[in-house]
């Protein structure tokens, strides 16, 4: 069993910057394909960004060069760096893990942080 917890949620101007962590436990963290989804109110849940076994990542094409994955695996904690922030980044952010990257969307679910970007 992983659990997830995430955090560094909050409100931001937009062009601003926020990072989100993501503190796993309950397994070998190295293990696992890890990864950054979002949902804003009334659309479908999307990738945002992942990191594989490897350290290989690979990001949505809306946030491409402005946001940034990685893992801290002394501290089993998934960070997202996002930098010039937009209102279209308005939404609730979730940590998911699963051993295979293809099938991350089905795996584990930390329960989300919100982000905020006004204009």
């Known amino acids: 069993q992983v659990q997830l917890v995430e955090s560094g949620g909050g409100s931001v101007q937009a062009g601003g910057s926020l990072r989100l962590s993501c503190a796993a436990s309950?397994?070998?963290?190295?293990?696992?394909?890890m990864g950054w989804f979002r949902q804003a109110p009334g659309k479908e849940r999307d990738m945002v960004a992942l990191?594989?076994?490897?350290?290989?990542?690979n990001y949505a094409v809306s946030v491409q060069g402005r946001f940034t994955i990685s893992k801290d695996k002394g501290k089993n904690t998934l960070h997202l760096q996002m930098n010039r922030l937009k209102p279209e980044d308005t939404a609730m952010y979730y940590c998911?893990?699963?051993?295979?990257?293809?099938?991350?969307?089905?795996?584990?679910w930390g329960q989300g942080t919100q982000v905020t970007v006004s204009s």
């Open positions: 990191i594989a076994h490897d350290g290989s990542t």
């Open positions: 309950g397994t070998t963290y190295s293990a696992y394909c």
């Open positions: 998911a893990a699963h051993r295979i990257c293809t099938y991350l969307s089905s795996g584990y």
